[in-house]
């Protein structure tokens, strides 16, 4: 049975044992300057004022300035904004009724706002429920894109139009609740 060899292997090691490499081992050696690196420390302040140097000299991307707004890039920014917003109010309400139970109880609160001007209602309403209802649709958006659904580019349109027009009517509702 015949065993042939393919490859470059057997190549690599005829090159690689050759008398001839030895030889020239000094004039290859002498074609690739070697290059010491120095290092020095340096202290915090020092450090920092170069890397702040660099990032000045930094191109910066050009982003959202040249191009064309697009309803998938403004609904995602708008998302993560509202989330922002919701998640800051809920946290701040916890915190103060943490601090003072008393003052933001259920009581208090629902006599404070039967005091407010119907107009200061149904801003503070509508103030509310806009990012309410837009996050919440457009968590339902993400959800259908997470599963591999409304991917394409028009679906993707129609999901976000569809966001808006809910959100649109959504928000009347809860305004007129």
């Given at each position: 049975?015949?065993?042939?060899?393919?490859?470059?292997?057997?190549?690599?090691?005829?090159v690689?044992?050759?008398?001839?490499?030895?030889?020239?081992?000094?004039?290859?050696?002498?074609?690739?300057?070697?290059?010491?690196?120095?290092?020095?420390?340096?202290?915090?302040?020092?450090?920092?004022?170069?890397?702040?140097?660099?990032?000045?000299?930094?191109?910066?991307?050009?982003?959202?300035?040249?191009?064309?707004?697009q309803?998938?890039?403004?609904?995602?920014?708008?998302?993560?904004?509202?989330?922002?917003?919701?998640?800051?109010?809920?946290y701040?309400?916890?915190?103060?009724?943490l601090?003072?139970?008393?003052?933001?109880?259920?009581?208090?609160?629902?006599?404070?706002?039967?005091?407010?001007?119907?107009?200061?209602?149904?801003?503070?309403?509508?103030?509310?429920?806009?990012?309410?209802?837009?996050?919440?649709?457009?968590?339902?958006r993400?959800?259908?894109?997470?599963?591999?659904?409304?991917?394409?580019?028009?679906?993707?349109?129609r999901?976000?139009?569809?966001?808006?027009?809910?959100?649109?009517?959504?928000?009347?509702?809860?305004?007129?609740?």
């Amino acid at each position: 049975m015949m065993s042939a060899r393919v490859g470059l292997a057997p190549a690599f090691r005829g090159v690689a044992f050759s008398p001839k490499l030895a030889r020239n081992q000094v004039a290859i050696r002498s074609a690739f300057a070697k290059r010491g690196v120095q290092t020095q420390s340096l202290p915090p302040s020092a450090s920092e004022k170069i890397l702040n140097g660099q990032q000045l000299k930094r191109p910066s991307s050009p982003h959202f300035t040249i191009y064309q707004p697009q309803l998938t890039w403004i609904s995602s920014i708008a998302n993560r904004a509202t989330g922002a917003g919701l998640s800051m109010l809920l946290y701040g309400f916890s915190l103060a009724y943490l601090v003072a139970p008393n003052t933001f109880d259920s009581v208090n609160v629902i006599a404070f706002v039967s005091e407010l001007p119907e107009y200061v209602k149904y801003a503070g309403k509508a103030i509310l429920a806009a990012p309410f209802a837009f996050h919440s649709l457009n968590g339902l958006r993400h959800l259908a894109w997470d599963s591999g659904k409304l991917l394409s580019l028009k679906s993707a349109y129609r999901a976000g139009y569809a966001v808006l027009g809910a959100t649109a009517i959504s928000t009347v509702a809860l305004i007129l609740m």
